[in-house]
């Protein structure tokens, strides 16, 4: 679904059971198409504006970036106010900047505890076995 979408489906209950004009409340699933844009440069060694002006990069974060034309979208149909969107992006600051604090806490060893982790989420304790005796006689 193409941003341009994401309101005229909200704001239509009865398309694929949504009961809530929230699309975060929604059942069903959704999949989301959103043209992107990548507004920084590759690398310290990419001067980033050798093969784009500062004109185009403006001009695309106004018209083109697909988070702010979902936000204008849900606005302007009143799926979300202004305050809501904002506790919104609080909130996912939030949850990103305690990601990063919990990942700087792990570092040691983190790697190694998310496969073990994951291992033990995915695999029954014989396959984990099996897999353990194929890494070692090899």
């Not at 849900?74 to 939030?94: F, M, N, P, T, Y």
């Amino acid at each position: 679904m193409r941003e341009e979408e994401v309101a005229s489906v909200a704001a239509k209950p009865s398309l694929a059971g949504l009961g809530s004009p929230s699309l975060l409340s929604c059942a069903p699933p959704l999949i989301l198409e959103m043209d992107t844009y990548r507004y920084h440069r590759h690398s310290m060694s990419d001067p980033g504006s050798t093969y784009r002006t500062c004109d185009e990069i403006s001009n695309v974060r106004q018209k083109r970036d697909p988070i702010e034309r979902v936000r204008k979208l849900l606005l302007a149909h009143g799926i979300a106010s202004e305050k809501e969107l904002k506790d919104i992006e609080k909130q996912v600051r939030k949850d990103v900047d305690d990601a990063i604090a919990k990942s700087k806490e792990n570092h040691a060893g983190g790697e190694i505890k998310l496969k073990v982790k994951f291992l033990r989420e995915n695999f029954r304790e014989d396959e984990l076995v099996d897999m353990m005796i194929n890494i070692f006689a090899t």
